[in-house]
């Protein structure tokens, strides 16, 4: 138990289907991420948000939209996805940005696309 | 941030020390080196970090030369459930602005019963 809980943890979607990953922290902290891993490819980071605002957005399509309503929980928005989309995604949470490397990890929602 | 080197995949027996070896002859002054690893299908978990000194916690010891240029992780009397992906990230403690940590490849553990 990490103190990230992430949901739903299976998801298997159409690409004309609307959908939501949600992420909820428990740990107090001011930072949150998405991290997106692919079969058999390391870790890419999407979105990074500190204090509900982002940060950063590494190129990510406009088909995946994050939401930050508060500190303690993010959203990932999925909308027209497509077949390459399907991978784990998983969100972290740290005290703050910039203040180091120790990132806690939710399970991951582990996303299908048909 | 610095880039790191390790070893595709590893074998280890069970109750032995699994020694996990990172290069990283690029890092600068003020990185951090840290260790996460990635049990099958679920979240990174964070393991230890150290900047120059010697580190040891209730999962594991870290070992970084004198020159900064590699480090070993090491896991004392390995069991079954340390089987995983192993990641070696050096990290910048910017003091502000966005980051996130760059995962590589990282380390594929295995103890054998």
């Known amino acids: 138990e990490t103190g990230v809980t992430q949901t739903p943890r299976h998801l298997v979607m159409g690409m004309t289907n609307k959908k939501s990953l949600k992420c909820e922290q428990h740990l107090g902290h001011n930072a949150m991420y998405w991290y997106k891993q692919s079969a058999k490819k390391p870790l890419e980071l999407m979105f990074v948000y500190s204090l509900e605002e982002r940060v950063e957005n590494n190129s990510v399509p406009s088909r995946f939209s994050p939401e930050c309503p508060n500190s303690s929980h993010l959203f990932l928005h999925l909308h027209t996805l497509q077949p390459e989309d399907s991978a784990l995604y998983l969100c972290a949470s740290s005290p703050d940005i910039g203040a180091g490397g120790e990132l806690f990890f939710g399970e991951g929602s582990r996303l299908t696309v048909l | 941030d610095a880039k790191t080197t390790q070893p595709t995949s590893m074998d280890c027996a069970e109750g032995r020390a699994a020694n996990l070896p990172c290069n990283h002859s690029?890092?600068?002054?003020?990185?951090?080196v840290y260790w996460y690893r990635q049990i099958h299908s679920q979240g990174p978990q964070y393991i230890i970090h150290?900047?120059?000194n010697n580190e040891t916690n209730e999962m594991a010891s870290l070992i970084i030369t004198e020159d900064r240029k590699s480090s070993t992780l090491i896991l004392p009397h390995a069991t079954l459930r340390d089987t995983a992906v192993y990641y070696c990230i050096v990290v910048m403690y910017s003091g502000g602005g966005a980051d996130g940590l760059t995962f590589g490849k990282g380390t594929h553990l295995i103890i054998q019963p």
């Open positions: 690029t890092i600068s002054g003020n990185e951090y």
């Open positions: 150290g900047l120059k």
